[in-house]
């Protein structure tokens, strides 16, 4: 190639690159007016709902497919949430807190995956639960606009496409707003399965959206599987939110903290959320964060 023609494919070359980061700034530009345009939106569901503070929740169900979502107002600067929710480690910190989470470790090559070890609400060996191997991504993160993505095609029976996301903005100084989003599909084994919780020990558990009222003007809440996805986008969330709050502290007083606050998060929602005394999920936790953090001391997942 003569120094000319290297000096055009150099320019082309930059150019492309270019092109490519302005696409990256523009698109993550675009995310956080999306996500101020939401926030402005959803101002009265935020300002008045059943759970007393800025936060809003959403469930849909389609054919095969279920999603969960919530919006809220955190009491955080978006320094604080930038740097808290981006590494795998931060995230296995916050997703131990879920009851169903047994386990939770990660590796950085050649991809980044983040392996979550989802079980009973009980002890258990981690050889009894399932792993679900999630890829992670962090898909921006600057001044004003944070993405992480965790996503996994397969899941215990017959479940697919597993998708949790968050993106979160500032809306002032002292606050930002979150989005955070859990999907899944299911196929015939994971429908039968769902069929037989819901006819037995899930029969009388609801969620929190509200359908309807009774004859006595009380409201009635969505059941159903419905009523599972909005329990589990939840339990993510508060655990989104104890890591938060936990985020200043020394190092050895956090994971207390976190486990303290998810538990008395749920517990300010019983009738949907509870499962266990505190005790007892106190003592359960205790033992699966000891075991997280034996095996990601000895890189064992």
């Known amino acids: 190639m003569t120094k000319p023609g290297w000096i ?7 150019a492309v690159l ?21 926030h402005a939106s959803l101002s009265e569901q935020l300002a008045k709902n059943q759970f007393q503070r ?40 916050l997703l131990i807190l879920h009851l169903n989470v047994k386990s939770c470790a990660f590796t950085a090559k050649p991809a980044d995956v983040l392996s979550l070890y989802v079980g009973r609400k009980f002890d258990q060996p981690l050889e009894d639960a399932y792993r679900v191997n999630f890829s992670f991504r962090v898909v921006a993160a600057n001044a004003d606009y944070l993405r992480v993505q965790l996503a996994a095609d397969e899941g ?19 606050r930002s707003f979150i989005h955070m989003s859990y999907s899944y599909g299911y196929g015939v ?13 899930g029969r009388d558990k609801i969620g929190f959206s509200i359908v309807s009222k009774d004859a006595d003007g009380k409201p009635v809440y969505v ?16 655990a989104i939110e104890a890591y938060l709050e936990a985020y200043g502290l020394p190092a050895p007083e956090q994971q207390e903290k ?44």
């Open 223 to 238: 059941d159903g599987v419905r009523g599972v996805v909005e329990r589990n986008t939840m339990r993510y969330y508060f």
């Open 156 to 174: 215990p029976m017959s479940t697919h496409d597993y998708r949790l996301a968050l993106e979160a903005v500032p809306l002032d100084a002292k």
């Open 18 to 38: 270019l092109l490519g980061a302005l696409a990256c700034g523009s698109a993550s530009a675009q995310d956080a007016n999306a996500m101020r345009a939401r």
């Open 8 to 14: 055009r494919h150099l320019r082309g070359l930059l």
């Open 258 to 301: 976190r486990l303290r606050d998810w538990f008395a998060a749920t517990e300010r929602h019983a009738p949907q959320l509870h499962e266990m005394e505190r005790g007892e999920y106190l003592d359960m936790k205790h033992r699966e964060v000891q075991r997280q953090q034996s095996g990601a001391k000895s890189g064992k997942g």
């Open 189 to 201: 084994a994971a429908r039968l399965a769902m069929q037989g919780y819901l006819a037995t020990v």
């Open 54 to 93: 800025q936060l809003h929740l959403e469930s849909t169900q389609n054919s095969g497919d279920l999603k969960g979502e919530v919006y809220a107002v955190v009491e955080q600067p978006f320094s604080v949430v930038g740097e808290a929710l981006q590494g795998m480690d931060h995230w296995c910190d």
